[in-house]
């Protein structure tokens, strides 16, 4: 590297072949930084000892022996003499100064002797402290003057990263889709009709995958070195986050932390470059700061995980605010953390021997506040609902010996009460599932009968919006294949099959029996109605409809509920049926009917069924489905890593009319980009929702005007074919025309 | 449109034509065989009997007079159409891929696989009316430079052209009689299966394994480009609508593992102007190998990887219909 030279700093008239004169207005700074002999290098065999007995000349041996026994026992071995120890002496008195250089017999020893014997008793009134001999000097070095720009560096000038949440502000509404196929991803508008519109197309944006950030803000990129965040209007680069080999990434709730995961152990640090300090060396976990894009914290696995290389994903489950984040340790802790300070709560985990699943639960305060700030305190409720504690954990804890069941518990953070449990005799293993307004709760809880042999399983289903949050249990004798709660409202659906094979998803057993042995299951639980002056009706769970023979493994609510998607993925066929388990919403759920006997008219009344089959499509061989956040469209898509052909998308409206096919050679991931939740308040989501015949009036007008735009342009590419083609068969005509004078004009 | 299933073949067919009148069609399969059917009513006829190997090409002359097929028996003959009488045999050192006449059916094109350590090569031989003048040494004999071998179809253009579809998806244009190359073009990404004529031969259909089939002009300009999502064995050019037809599925490797659903062994059609597919043709339960359009449009033939040829007569609905009001 040439030094630097500042030609403007040289005077005019300085002879330019004196090397002296010259040396002056050079700076080999950086010659002599890259040449310098590192004295850690040289020196590493040396310890500085604090805290060692005074002694006079006389006993200075007699301390070295002592010193060299005491740490052979740990196993240390120090030089021998006459290099092993050097005592500076103090000339005044004669007497040592209480330190010595002790020169170990290796860097390792040194190593060693550093990390076990720091704090040494050497006797009752002495304690060694070790340093290295290196950092004695790096430490002296140390400016007394605090330098930012010298220790930090100059900060970076400040970059507007733009606006996050550019694409909400469609004029269409529109929502986005990234699709990642072959090399390429590509952001997308989601139409209605005509298959999407390529917003980013780039080769190359991902080396694994991509995922969305749950509020759609960032679009995250996989690559070997790290993970790159993109947003804004133009999609640029706006953090990188450096985590070799990284595998896994996770997003907090509400995107300001990220969580990133690497099967290999992160190296020691040795280059700015790498973010991490020397104390995260070794570890496989990260939480990085997306704002800023530093590390606040780096987290080991446990030593179970690393042997069995299972790591449960999302390894850290996140409180609904990001207050706090927790994981199950060795399935005896529950190791609960604050946020942004990562630290433990308490310092310590909480002990629940033998816990195997919990889950936060999702917590939505009632907007009353929001709704008396806007002048609607009329409208407060009268009958105020029960409210669980925001910060409320629930866990399950399998049967561990004869007479100690299982137990669901829910438990209240950060003062850790156990403020509602229930136990389940020989419930083995469980799935936890909130509703996601954390109304209900259900614990899917796989048991076994008192002997063993036969095995079910039981929901146990907690009411969280009501006093001393009643509970109630479902037995199901099937094995269950597909669960869900319906987003805001107070049903869930189940798939469940009486066949083990076919719970495997495996088509040939479910073509061999019948067209399907499925069972679609929804269920709608009931809260009890206190009645003035009257007994109270008890709540409950109820089944609505159970539904056989259907060829479906997987099921999917609308987001905004009333509507479900069940799907037979894979080897099911794709078939797509499209559901509304609310058809009477609003109305009575008898219809009369009138029918005509014997040339009598009977009127009748019947109960008319809430779910209503809307229709019942397929998407051969789709492996995925997926609402988009408002739950306007549903997407399936078939994927590369299910079938190696016809991988695309289709588009359907909630009716399962489909809008559009969209073919992608090798399509990996077609994802839709999540909304962050509305800032409307409730009641005035109301008011939108009362007046929608008039916003649907602009709507339909701008959609007729679009449609018939694109049907003109359809035409004129029609015309400019037809003329092209015409031109072209002329032109050959008039050719071969000319030919055929050539031949006469040759003939005669 | 209820089709007329033929079955006449064991193994799978190679190629179905028809002759110029319309009244017969051809079919050529890897049983070695090569059979003449009623176009009207897919009654078998007669076969030309004497190929001990997969008959892989064949040709009918104008007139319906003699026929011509090529062979991986390393022979090529000529026959009488009417008789099904061998009239003439030449023997190759290697597969013939190819076989046609030319419109006077006063030459005949004969294309040899690179194969058996033989290069790939097109023999030029002269058809005589009395079958004795056939002079045993052929016209000419020229190889498709090495980049461009192997030729996997060949066909007469006007004025003594000859245009081949090749296995790295090119397609050239030679003179004849020279065995000059007149011009070769990258076209496709994968083999060129087959390339037939427009009616005044003015533009010709290619196929492909890259799951698209295109209609080139004289000059190898690509003129008009049918993209699908399977392999095309075939493609031919409807000559009243405009229409092309495609004949293809998933490739016959991969068949025993997929269903008929997703193997989509269908001929699909398309309009030849807006490449817009409109339509599709079910049946068969492996790969189309060949498909053929009747000279008067009226009906279309395509013969399967299975064994099967479907006869299908169109319905008056098929010429009332129109994509496009500026449609014949």
């Avoid at chain 1, 033998?354 to 917590?363: A, D, V």
Wanted: negative net charge; aromatic residues 10%; glycine residues 8%.
């Amino acid at each position: 590297m040439a030094p630097a030279l500042n030609i403007d700093a040289i005077p005019l008239d300085i002879d330019l072949t004196d090397d002296a004169a010259l040396d002056e207005f050079l700076d080999f700074g950086d010659i002599e930084e890259q040449y310098a002999v590192h004295v850690a290098d040289q020196f590493d065999t040396i310890l500085v000892i604090d805290g060692v007995p005074v002694v006079d000349e006389g006993k200075k041996e007699k301390l070295f022996t002592v010193i060299r026994k005491q740490f052979g026992k740990e196993g240390v071995h120090v030089k021998d003499q006459p290099h092993g120890f050097m005592m500076p002496m103090d000339a005044a008195t004669g007497k040592s100064k209480g330190f010595v250089f002790v020169d170990f017999a290796t860097p390792a020893d040194a190593d060693k002797a550093l990390k076990h014997l720091q704090y040494f008793k050497f006797d009752k009134s002495h304690t060694f402290f070790l340093n290295k001999f290196a950092d004695v000097e790096k430490y002296a070095a140390v400016p007394d003057q605090w330098d930012e720009e010298r220790a930090l560096g100059k900060a970076p000038e400040y970059v507007e990263r733009g606006f996050l949440r550019d694409w909400l502000l469609d004029a269409g509404a529109r929502d986005q889709i990234a699709v990642f196929n072959k090399t390429a991803v590509s952001v997308m508008w989601g139409n209605k009709a005509n298959g999407p519109d390529v917003i980013h197309e780039r080769e190359n944006w991902t080396e694994g995958y991509i995922a969305w950030s749950p509020r759609g803000s960032y679009l995250a990129s996989v690559h070997r070195m790290g993970i790159a965040l993109w947003g804004g209007a133009a999609m640029d680069r706006l953090m990188r986050f450096h985590h070799p080999g990284v595998r896994f990434l996770d997003f907090s709730p509400k995107e300001s932390y990220l969580v990133t995961f690497s099967p290999e152990p992160l190296p020691m640090p040795t280059n700015p470059a790498q973010p991490w300090g020397p104390e995260s060396a070794g570890h496989h976990v990260i939480i990085w700061d997306i704002r800023t894009g530093h590390i606040l914290r780096s987290f080991a696995l446990t030593a179970e995980e690393i042997a069995t290389k299972n790591v449960p994903w999302p390894l850290f489950k996140w409180s609904f605010d990001e207050a706090y984040f927790a994981r199950i340790v060795g399935n005896a802790k529950l190791a609960v953390y604050e946020a942004p300070g990562m630290g433990l709560l308490d310092k310590k985990s909480i002990p629940i021997p033998g816990i195997t699943e919990f889950e936060w639960m999702p917590y939505t305060p009632d907007e009353d506040e929001a709704a008396a700030k806007d002048g609607g305190k009329k409208k407060q409720q009268q009958n105020k609902r029960v409210q669980a504690p925001p910060y409320t954990i629930a866990y399950f804890v399998p049967q561990t010996g004869p007479d100690q069941p299982a137990q669901l518990a829910l438990m209240s953070l950060p003062n850790k009460q156990v403020y509602r449990s229930k136990q389940v005799f020989f419930g083995l293993s469980a799935k936890i599932h909130f509703q996601s307004q954390g109304d209900y709760l259900l614990f899917k809880v796989d048991r076994t009968n008192r002997s063993g042999k036969a095995s079910f399983v039981s929901l146990e289903v907690f009411r969280l919006r009501e006093k001393d949050y009643p509970a109630d249990s479902v037995e199901v004798k099937e094995i269950m294949v597909a669960f869900g709660w319906e987003p805001h409202g107070n049903r869930f659906a189940m798939i469940t099959t009486s066949d083990v094979v076919s719970a495997d998803l495996d088509l040939k057993a479910v073509l061999a029996g019948a067209p399907g042995k499925m069972t679609t299951h929804i269920y709608q639980v009931e809260a009890a109605v206190e009645k003035k002056g009257a007994s109270v009706v008890p709540g409950g769970v109820k089944l609505v409809k159970a539904m056989d023979r259907k060829a479906v493994n997987a099921l999917y609510w609308s987001p905004k509920g009333r509507y479900i998607v069940f799907a037979g993925l894979r080897n099911l066929q794709g078939v797509l049926e499209f559901y509304d388990v609310d058809a009477t919403a609003g109305e009575a759920n008898t219809a009369t009917v009138t029918t005509s006997v014997n040339g009598k008219t009977v009127t009748s009344t019947k109960e008319v069924d809430p779910v209503q089959l809307l229709a019942a499509t397929e998407h051969h061989g789709s492996s995925d489905v997926a609402w988009d956040p408002t739950g306007r469209y549903v997407m399936s898509s078939v994927t590369m890593w299910a079938k190696g052909m016809d991988n695309g998308v289709m588009l359907f409206d909630v009716r399962g009319t489909m809008l559009y096919k969209h073919s992608r050679e090798q399509l990996k991931q077609a994802l839709w980009r999540p909304r962050p939740p509305t800032l409307l308040p409730k009641h005035k989501q109301a008011k939108v929702r009362k007046n929608i015949k008039q916003y649907a009036r602009d709507f339909e007008i701008e959609d007729a005007t679009a449609s018939s735009a694109l049907s003109a342009a359809e035409l004129e590419e029609r015309r400019r074919l037809f003329d092209a083609w015409i031109q072209f068969r002329s032109r050959a005509l008039l050719a071969i025309e000319a030919e055929d004078e050539i031949v006469t004009v040759l003939d005669n | 449109m209820r089709p007329i299933v033929c079955q006449g073949h064991t193994r799978p067919l190679t190629r179905v034509r028809y002759n110029r009148d319309g009244d017969l069609m051809f079919s050529a399969g890897k049983d070695a065989k090569f059979n003449v059917w009623s176009s009207a009513t897919g009654e078998l006829i007669g076969s030309y009997d004497g190929h001990t190997g997969v008959v892989w090409d064949i040709d009918v002359d104008a007139n319906t007079t003699r026929t011509m097929s090529g062979s991986a028996d390393s022979s090529a003959r000529l026959w009488d159409a009417r008789s099904g009488k061998c009239l003439y045999t030449w023997t190759t050192a290697s597969p013939v891929r190819s076989v046609a006449f030319t419109p006077e059916a006063d030459l005949a094109l004969i294309v040899t696989d690179k194969k058996m350590g033989q290069p790939c090569t097109a023999i030029i031989v002269e058809i005589k009316d009395n079958v004795a003048d056939i002079p045993e040494a052929p016209l000419n004999i020229f190889l498709p430079e090495p980049e461009l071998t192997p030729a996997t179809i060949a066909r007469w253009g006007p004025e003594h052209t000859i245009y081949m579809g090749h296995e790295n998806g090119t397609v050239s244009c030679w003179d004849a009689m020279s065995g000059e190359r007149i011009a070769s073009k990258k076209i496709h990404s994968g083999v060129v299966t087959d390339l037939q004529f427009s009616e005044d031969g003015t533009y010709f259909i290619t196929s492909s394994k890259d799951m698209s089939a295109k209609i080139l002009d004289l000059k190898l300009h690509v003129i008009k480009n049918f993209q699908t999502e399977r392999p095309v064995n075939s493609a031919c050019i409807c000559p009243v609508k405009e229409h092309v037809i495609l004949g293809g599925g998933q490739d016959a490797s991969q068949v025993t593992t997929t269903t008929a659903k997703v193997g989509k062994f269908e001929s699909r059609f398309y309009h030849k102007i807006l490449q817009q597919e409109f339509g599709r043709v079910r049946g068969h339960f492996g790969p189309i190998n060949t498909v053929a359009v009747h000279p008067d449009g009226t009906s279309f033939t395509s013969g399967g990887e299975e064994g099967l040829i479907r006869l299908h007569h169109f319905d008056p609905d098929y010429f009332r219909f129109k994509l496009d009001p500026r449609d014949p």
